[in-house]
């Protein structure tokens, strides 16, 4: 049986996540803190610690944490033959790459819709060269920390089952985590503000009607969201990092030990 081939944009992780800036803990002590231990993400050495950038550090730790977690869940999938990776960032290319995705620039440079149908073409080659992937494209976006493996399956099954383009809204109703095109159909991604509507509007059916897919459907935009996903179970390196960084209240957590272990 072929599996789904998921398409997952990765916008530069200086500039991802800006909503979250605000919550971030104290980048001198981070700084400090990773300066003077192990490094959990040996694709940002070298980084960590500079004088100056810290925010940009933390920044990007977090935003390349949350991507490495929601990619090995999407990995982890048994319906999924290959992850196509859409960024333009060399940090997040080697660091997915070596997870097992297939990286590619965002050659359109227009934005996520373009980013994604890019990756969908990529996807669709590389389909037709080995054969994999042929279940369908879906796109989930690199910000689900959360997420299962198994909630992805049962979307992508139920996806396969309706034989339609399906979505699942996110937590909050009015984003998209995920997108499906069963088969050949075409993804024709509309995310954006007030994307649910905008996908149900296209013809897309609302998979959560039937299905319960928390870990899918709780994307990670805001403060607020940094709790929610935490109670859901995050993956390893964006809990490692929340951890260390920001307390369960969304506040700044104080300056951490030195010594502290990073458990990975
Ligand atoms: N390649 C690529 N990825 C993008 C682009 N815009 C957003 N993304 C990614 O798409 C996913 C969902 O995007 P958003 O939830 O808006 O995340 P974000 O843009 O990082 O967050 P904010 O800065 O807070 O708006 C995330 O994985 C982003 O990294 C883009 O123009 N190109
Ligand atoms: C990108 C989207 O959502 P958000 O930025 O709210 O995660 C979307 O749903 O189109």
């Not at 991507?67 to 290959?82: F, I, M």
């Not at 992937?133 to 396969?160: I, N």
């Not at 059916?205 to 109670?231: F, G, H, I, M």
């Amino acid at each position: 049986m072929t599996g789904w081939s998921i398409v997952t944009p990765v916008k530069p992780l200086g500039l991802a996540k800006s909503r979250l800036r605000a919550t971030l803990p104290a980048a001198a002590a981070l700084s400090a803190y990773y300066l003077s231990g192990p490094d959990p993400f040996g694709a940002l050495d070298g980084d960590f610690g500079l004088p100056g950038d810290g925010d940009a550090d933390w920044h990007a730790a977090i935003a390349l944490a949350m991507a490495l977690d929601t990619v090995t869940a999407l990995l982890g999938a048994v319906r999924v033959d290959r992850v196509v990776v859409v960024t333009d960032d060399p940090v997040a290319t080697a660091a997915l790459g070596d997870l097992g995705a297939v990286c590619v620039r965002d050659a359109p440079a227009d934005g996520l819709n373009a980013a994604l149908r890019q990756g969908a073409s990529v996807a669709a080659l590389l389909s037709a060269t080995d054969g994999r992937g042929r279940a369908g494209t879906a796109s989930v976006g690199a910000d689900l920390p959360a997420l299962k493996s198994t909630d992805l399956d049962a979307a992508l099954r139920a996806a396969e089952r309706l034989g339609a383009r399906a979505f699942v809204p996110d937590a909050t109703g009015t984003g998209t985590t995920l997108l499906a095109a069963p088969g050949r159909l075409a993804l024709e991604p509309a995310y954006g503000p007030g994307s649910a509507l905008l996908h149900a509007r296209d013809g897309a059916l609302d998979l959560t009607s039937s299905l319960v897919v928390p870990s899918l459907r709780q994307d990670v935009d805001t403060a607020a969201d940094l709790d929610a996903v935490r109670s859901l179970g995050l993956g390893p390196r964006t809990a490692a990092l929340l951890e260390i960084g920001v307390s369960s209240d969304g506040q700044k957590a104080p300056t951490p030990a030195r010594t502290a272990p990073i458990h990975i």
